[in-house]
């Protein structure tokens, strides 16, 4: 599928790329498909030096808000999984736990990732020293969680212009009012 091909391109250009987006010593948190768990994990690993966490950030939908593949034969699939690593020895903030229940969010884009829950995992790697990049941003959600924690520096990349100009007139009112 389109879907699927697209996934796999941004990650081998992700890859191809790494030196000139990462640091030698930084973090990834990278949302991903459980359906491709295993073979995103190893293609990660065998084309990049990031060291990825076995177990995935997992962000559990308190307002059971999900995909409903077949309703005569599974289960209604509530969650969003991430993976979370580093390269070189890039150190953490601070611990904290690896999934959180929180509502979700659809009224700016339709896989909105919510400013709360990201701001939860965002406190293990984000400070003053960070400069992180979201190379999908959509409704720019991560840009204004990291410049609220503090970062540095904050880009994100949006190939759609609407959601682009949204998440511009996002960002300015919410890191102005410090939102998250």
């Not at 020895?89 to 690896?98: I, L």
Request: hydrophobic share 35%.
């Amino acid at each position: 599928s389109s879907d699927l091909e697209t996934y796999w391109n941004l990650i081998s250009s992700l890859l191809s790329n790494i030196d000139r987006i990462c640091s030698p010593q930084c973090h990834i948190m990278f949302w991903f498909s459980m359906q491709y768990y295993e073979s995103t994990r190893d293609f990660i690993s065998r084309n990049s030096d990031f060291k990825l966490d076995r177990f995935p950030l997992v962000w559990v939908k308190s307002d059971n808000i999900g995909i409903l593949p077949d309703p005569e034969r599974g289960p209604r699939r509530i969650y969003e999984t991430a993976f979370f690593g580093s390269r070189g020895d890039r150190k953490v903030v601070r611990p904290v736990s690896n999934a959180i229940a929180h509502p979700s969010q659809r009224d700016e884009h339709m896989s909105i990732k919510p400013e709360g829950m990201l701001t939860h995992f965002f406190r293990m790697f984000v400070d003053s020293s960070t400069v992180m990049l979201d190379p999908t941003c959509g409704s720019g959600g991560a840009v204004r969680a990291a410049k609220n924690l503090g970062a540095a520096n904050v880009l994100g990349l949006e190939k759609n212009e609407e959601f682009a100009e949204r998440a511009r007139l996002a960002y300015k009112a919410g890191v102005t009012n410090g939102q998250t």
